[in-house]
């Protein structure tokens, strides 16, 4: 087994440190941003045939807080329509805001490092109502899908994850990322940003398919080059990440045999740089053989976790916040100013708890398990006393690991920046990496920060379902350990996302995009 490269799980031990984050490596950085190469936001297939997703389509009621914990599927029908509703509130462009001078700012369904939307969805499905089968890219700006492959491939793709149940979906997103869309600003730190931006996404997606009945999973273990063949990708460029299957449709057909295409895309910019360590860990992270796979799918679900005794306990959860999800995510945006007043221990207790309640996807067994670690600086909470925690989310408390005001200390850890010192709570997402590498190979660095992203990502629906902000921050990743030392000794960080109360009023005007409910 340790013959493939996933299993010399040392890369990614490389990888992460030669990316960390410190105060001199950021200085010495030297890195600019060239404004002449900035990518375009959207990937444009220019010659493939087009079909135009409804506008008016339903819109997922659930409550938001309902929505984003839910770890249930039920068997709704996958639609045209339900499939656009999905599509919208997991990937869509959701508003526009234009700036004095002409500028203009586009607005996701999800939140993006540095809105940039390296994240590309693509539709592997069946025959639908209104949708013949095949494989589509999902175009965002124009809300239409463009056919790259006609025909049911949906076995091919069960294939390629060893997964029946992929055959038998009416149809399954397939997640990727285009490198250059975040290289350019993040250079090779940009692999870490793949996930924790898919997994964000993913958090809408699963809170969609939740609030409408649509019975959603994710499979992160699959043969890459393979799928990477089926959507026609440049991996050199752009790489499969996560499947979603979706709904079910009965028994599989034999899908088409996968002859090789060259779609053409208009380039995202005048030029690219290449960043070899980011395509370097992705390979070492690549499952290539059908045996490898199967290995990895059949690792333990690890040692279960020892709930220290003493905790601090929180306050009962709200069970519903009073807004739909579809209006949450419709009106959400990255705090990018925090007012640094108070939020209740109720409320950051809500988002915490609906944020942790289990992921259904194919490393975890179930609810109750977790890769990850939530480390708290707690600044401006009502009946918490400032300082740093340990959340745990098996018994709903807080370990207290140090107490004090820290405001200072949670700007500086988040990479020097304001909204750390002025949300209500810092959240650090950190794991022991050893035996996680240990379980998955170098697949475990991918699933370690994906969680950290879905778990960030539905701390946003929380709190935007709750009527305060969010923001996800990078950080100095020694430091953040250092902090919250001796109890995170060993472990790494792998995320922060903040909360609080967002600050009004910045300048340019938005243009909510005129999607009809039905």
Known sequence: MNSFPNRASEAAREYHDRTAHSGASVRQSGHYLDWDTK????????DLPVTPLPREFPQPAR??????????????????????SLLFFTAGLTRKKTYPGGGEMHFRAAPSTGALYQTEVYVVAGDLPGLPGGVYHFSPGDFCLRRLRAGDFRSELGIAALDEGISTSAATLVFTAIYWRNTWKYQARAYRHLFWDSGTMLANHLATGAAMGIPARLVTFFLDARVNRLLALDADKEVSLELAPLGSAGAPTLSPSVEPISPRSLPLSSAEVDYPLVRQMHAASSLLEADELTAVRASGPGAPRNVPPGLLSLPEPLPVAG??????????????????????????????????RGIPADFLPGPGHRLVDLYLIVNAVDGIAPGAYCYWPEAHGLEQLQSGDYRGQAGFLCLDQALGSEASVAIFFLADLGPILERFGNRGYRLANLEAGIIGGRCYLGAYGQGFGASGLTFYDGDVVRFFSPHAQGKDALFVTVLGRSVRGAPGIEVPLQIAKK
Do not use: C, N, W
């Open 323 to 356: 807004r739909p999800l579809g209006e949450a995510i419709s009106r959400r945006g990255s705090t990018r100013q925090f007012s640094g007043e108070r939020i209740s221990a109720r409320a950051m207790a809500t988002a915490l708890f609906h944020a942790t």
């Open 63 to 84: 409550d938001t807080l309902e929505a984003a914990g839910a770890f249930e599927g039920a068997g709704g029908a996958l639609t045209l329509e339900t499939l656009a």
């Open 39 to 46: 990518p375009f936001l959207y990937k444009v297939y220019p």
